[in-house]
């Protein structure tokens, strides 16, 4: 009887030891690896994106002083703009041009100035907090001024220098609104029906929306 119990229990431990080897053969899966979210260089994570070509409309209002003259024309204005951005991390740079149509004018005495249409090619540059950005333009103006005086007119184009600043908000990936103020300065011309030399000098605020492709 002591016989045998002495060789169920060798048999027992004989067994378990083998299930132990056994055990120790199977596959265990390997932990996952940790990946990091992809991410642009420079550009924090979750950053709204201000990189890459827009279009627009903008709708405001100009008023200004004509020189040599006491004309202060004032209107409507509206137009569309178009631009490219580039972006490093928080900084912003771009080129923009706009071209807009307007209802500036004004009559003192017999003259009456008017500024129909204007456009401006500019650099931008500025600094964003994510999807808000405040920036700086300055740039090339042109544009048309207008006399008229009993029943005579003449227009000359000319070309001056524009600086301003403004604010632009993203709301989603694709669209922006922006608020905007410019100074323009068109040189003066040579008129003939007013014999001076007459230019323009407005202030522009107006306010706009983006589509960013």
Same mark, same amino acid.
């Given at each position: 009887?002591?016989?045998? #119990? *002495? ?30 979210? =992809?991410?642009?260089? !420079? ?44 972006? !490093?991390?928080?900084?912003? %740079? ?10 500036? +004018? +004004? ?5 009456? %100035?008017?500024?129909?249409?204007? /456009?401006? #090619?500019?650099?931008?540059? /500025? ?41 632009? *908000? ?6 922006? =609104? ?13 008129? !003939?029906?007013?014999?001076?030399? !007459? ?9 706009? #929306?983006?589509?960013? %492709?």
């Amino acid at each position: 009887m002591r016989s045998f #119990v *002495v060789g169920a229990a060798a048999l027992t431990a004989a067994g378990l030891s083998g299930a132990s080897v056994r055990a120790g053969d199977l596959p265990y899966p390997s932990p996952p690896v940790y990946a990091p979210p =992809a991410y642009t260089v !420079n550009q924090p994570l979750n950053a709204f994106s201000w990189a890459g070509p827009y279009l627009g409309g903008n709708l405001g209002y100009e008023w200004g002083t004509v020189s040599n003259n006491r004309t202060k024309p004032s209107g409507f204005e509206a137009g569309v703009q178009g631009g490219f951005n580039w972006q !490093n991390g928080c900084w912003v %740079f771009g080129i923009e041009g706009d071209l807009q149509v307007t209802g500036a +004018d +004004d009559t003192f005495a017999p003259w009456k %100035f008017s500024n129909p249409w204007f /456009g401006t #090619v500019r650099g931008r540059g /500025g600094y964003t907090f994510n999807n808000v950005l405040f920036y700086g333009t300055a740039g090339l103006a042109f544009g048309e001024l207008r006399a008229e005086t009993f029943g005579l007119s003449e227009s000359q184009t000319t070309a001056g220098w524009t600086i301003g600043f403004g604010t632009e *908000v993203g709301f989603d990936s694709r669209w922006s =609104a922006k608020i905007e103020y410019l100074f323009i300065d068109l040189s003066e011309n040579q008129f !003939n029906i007013t014999g001076m030399s !007459n230019g323009f000098r407005s202030n522009v605020v107006r306010v706009g #929306v983006n589509y960013h %492709f």
